[in-house]
């Protein structure tokens, strides 16, 4: 099939620059790219083949890019590209990572990376932000959950994969970076934000009152279940009769660290069923060695910043009734991805399966609907007030007087 392609395509290149020649000698002038057009494609009839497949076209395309191309391509470039391709194909939480980016990626996940500090997704074929990271460049610059960012220092992101924005944005602590933000109905606008060394606190907690607790978790990295159930016992012997769990602009983050939070106030049953491709159903159930309180009242507040692991968590809660969930609607991200590490250092994020809550809720692309709706507020938190966690302190005021 090579060879054959290989042969027609030389013998019709070399006729088609005779003619350009001959027409550029006869009219005397220039032709323009647009004045140009190459003769009709290879068809199964020239080639005589009946049986043409999809990967004889990828073969053939290679071979056209590698001979033909205007400049000199590397093959590696190609076969990135044609990854990434395929992956951005099936959706857009599948993506690859160069051994830089997989490197790159795990230094976040240790809780520190040079950045802006913001979750960014794919949604609607737009470079979305999932969330702002608490106390971090993106978020004192107002960034929001929902914003599409249309630029990275002049560089059009409607074609780009999502760890190529993710490395444009990390840097050097004290450079600067500028998006270009559409936000719902307003005109694009730009944002220079400062690049900072980010160090997330992912758990933090304080009493709010003298019988109230406060947990808020950035998101699902590794051990914070075990630094929930540590927050909760300290809370309680401060006095706390009730806890508000914050996981608004919570992205996520490892499966098994939503469990073991979840399992932190509920005592026993399933928290969320994970369904792959082959009708294979795994259930994963409260971890029974985690210290659970299933009795002190629970307020979990999210917005649409909270996703994924966020999502189970708030989903079991509503399912069993063990919270009260207050915010607003969450992102709506009901699936599962594998990183899968490949020889060369590289990587694979790849969707592995969906995610069902304990009554059977698919809540992808709907997100968990919260019991009271609580609006953020603009202009109070320009006065650096918290509506909703107001509005959380105010609920569970309520609980504890009722159960008095």
């Known amino acids: 099939m090579i060879s054959k392609i290989r042969e027609i395509y030389q013998n019709k290149f070399i006729v088609f620059m005779l003619a350009l020649f001959l027409m550029a000698t006869i009219l005397g002038g220039t032709l323009s790219a647009q004045e140009v057009e190459l003769d009709e494609p290879v068809t199964e009839e020239s080639l005589e083949e009946s049986d043409y497949t999809k990967a004889n076209a990828f073969q053939d395309i290679m071979f056209l890019l590698q001979n033909y191309y205007v400049e000199d391509v590397e093959l590696d470039t190609l076969i990135e590209g044609a990854i990434e391709g395929m992956l951005n194909k099936v959706d857009r939480y599948s993506y690859f990572m160069t051994p830089k980016e997989f490197e790159e990626m795990q230094e976040e996940y240790e809780g520190k990376y040079g950045g802006i500090g913001i979750v960014i997704t794919t949604r609607d074929n737009e470079l979305t932000i999932v969330s702002p990271i608490n106390n971090t460049p993106g978020e004192r610059a107002g960034l929001q959950s929902g914003d ?220 968990i609907e919260p019991d009271i709706k609580v609006e953020f507020d603009a202009d109070a938190a320009a006065e650096e007030i918290d509506n909703q966690l107001e509005a959380a302190i105010e609920e569970m005021q309520r609980i504890l007087a009722e159960r008095e």
């Open 148 to 367: 599409v960012i249309k630029e990275i220092d002049g560089q059009d992101t409607s074609e780009m994969s999502q760890m190529k924005a993710a490395d444009l944005m990390r840097g050097e602590e004290g450079t600067d970076v500028i998006l270009k933000i559409k936000r719902g109905q307003e005109d694009p606008f730009e944002v220079e934000l400062t690049r900072e060394d980010i160090e997330v606190p992912y758990v933090e907690s304080e009493m709010k009152t003298d019988q109230i607790g406060y947990i808020s978790l950035a998101q699902f990295i590794e051990n914070v279940g075990s630094d929930i159930e540590k927050e909760l016992a300290e809370l309680k012997e401060a006095g706390a009769q009730g806890i508000i769990l914050d996981l608004r602009n919570n992205p996520g983050g490892i499966l098994s660290e939503s469990i073991d939070v979840a399992s932190v106030f509920l005592e026993e049953g399933d928290i969320v069923s994970v369904r792959q491709r082959d009708e294979t159903e795994r259930i994963l159930e409260v971890n029974q060695e985690m210290n659970s309180d299933s009795e002190i009242p629970l307020i979990v507040l999210i917005n649409r910043g909270s996703a994924s692991g966020s999502e189970i968590v708030a989903g079991a809660f509503q399912d069993y009734e063990r919270a009260t969930i207050m915010g607003t609607t969450s992102f709506g991200k009901g699936v599962v991805q594998s990183v899968i590490p490949l020889q060369d250092g590289s990587a694979v994020s790849l969707t592995t399966a969906r995610y069902y809550t304990p009554k059977d809720n698919y809540i992808h692309e709907l997100g």
